[in-house]
C-alpha cells in the first residue's frame, strides 16, 4: 500500500510540475490575463476535467504560480546575504548584495517577475497564503538592518514629523526593534529597487542608461546609504 500511495504521490508531483511548467510558457507567450486552464490542459493533452483535480480554478493555478515566484527570489535574496555573511561582509555590502540578486533573478525570469510586480491580474486578488513567500526578500533586508543596528552601524534617517505615527505603525507590524526612521526609509527603499529593476526590465532605461550594471550597483549603493548603512 505505501509503494502504491508512493508512486501516486510521484506521479501527482510531475503532473504538477508539468502544469506549472506550461502555463509559465502561456504567461511568457500570452500574459497572465489569458492564462486558461483548459488551454493548458489541451496543450498537455489532458481533459479540463482532469486539469482540475490539480488545480480546481485559474486562480488556484495562478497563486501557486505567484508562490513558486515570490519563494525563487526570495532563496536568491537570502542565498546572496548568506554568501556575503560568510564572506564577514558588513550590513551595506550584504544591502547591496541582496540589490544585486533581486536585479540578476529578475533579468533571468522576467515573466515571473512581471506576474509579481507588474500590472495586477484582472479578476485575480492574491490569498493570505502569498503574504509569507512575498516577504522574503524584505525579511532579508530587515534582518541585514537588525545587524547594522545591533552594532550600532546604522545611521537614522530623517523623518517628517507627520511621517511618525505611520512609521510606528509600519515598525510594529512587520519591523519591530527597527527604529522606526529605519522602518520607514526600508519601504520607501524598496519601492525604488522594485522601480529599478522594472525600468531596466520593461525597457524605460532605453537611451539613457547604457551601462545598466555599474548604475544600479550605485543606485544600491544609493539605496543603503538612505536606510543608514552609511559606514563601508
Given at each position: ?12 508531483i ?19 490575463a ?30 501557486a504560480?505567484?508562490?513558486?515566484a ?35 533573478w ?13 500590472s495586477?491580474v ?11 513567500p ?37 515598525t ?22 522594485v ?36 559606514a563601508?
Open positions: 500500500m505505501n509503494t502504491v500511495r508512493g508512486a501516486r504521490e510521484r506521479a501527482r510531475e503532473v504538477t510540475a508539468a502544469i506549472k511548467d506550461e502555463a509559465r510558457r502561456m504567461l511568457e507567450a500570452e500574459g497572465a489569458k492564462l486558461s486552464l483548459r488551454a493548458v490542459a489541451r496543450k498537455l493533452g489532458m481533459v479540463s476535467s482532469a486539469l482540475y483535480r490539480y488545480f480546481p480554478s485559474r486562480d488556484e493555478l495562478l497563486t504560480l505567484i508562490i513558486d515570490y519563494d525563487s527570489l526570495g532563496a536568491a535574496a537570502e542565498e546572496a546575504d548568506a554568501r556575503a555573511l560568510a564572506a564577514g561582509s558588513p550590513p551595506r555590502v550584504r544591502w547591496v548584495a541582496v540589490c544585486g540578486a533581486v536585479r540578476v529578475a533579468l533571468a525570469h522576467p515573466h515571473e517577475y512581471a506576474l509579481i510586480y507588474g495586477p484582472p479578476g485575480y486578488s492574491a490569498p493570505v497564503d502569498t503574504v509569507g512575498a516577504s522574503r526578500v524584505a525579511n532579508t533586508f530587515i534582518g541585514i538592518l537588525h545587524a547594522a543596528h545591533g552594532s550600532r552601524g546604522l545611521a537614522l534617517p530623517p523623518l517628517p514629523a507627520a511621517l511618525r505615527p505611520e512609521a510606528d505603525r509600519m510594529a507590524d512587520f519591523a519591530e526593534g527597527l527604529p522606526p526612521e529605519v522602518t520607514a526609509a526600508l519601504v520607501a527603499a524598496w519601492a525604488q529597487l522601480g529599478l529593476v522594472s525600468f531596466e526590465l520593461f525597457g524605460q532605461f532605453n537611451r539613457v542608461v547604457e551601462d545598466r550594471a555599474a548604475f544600479f550597483s550605485y543606485a544600491a549603493g544609493r539605496l543603503a546609504h538612505e536606510v543608514g548603512l552609511t563601508v
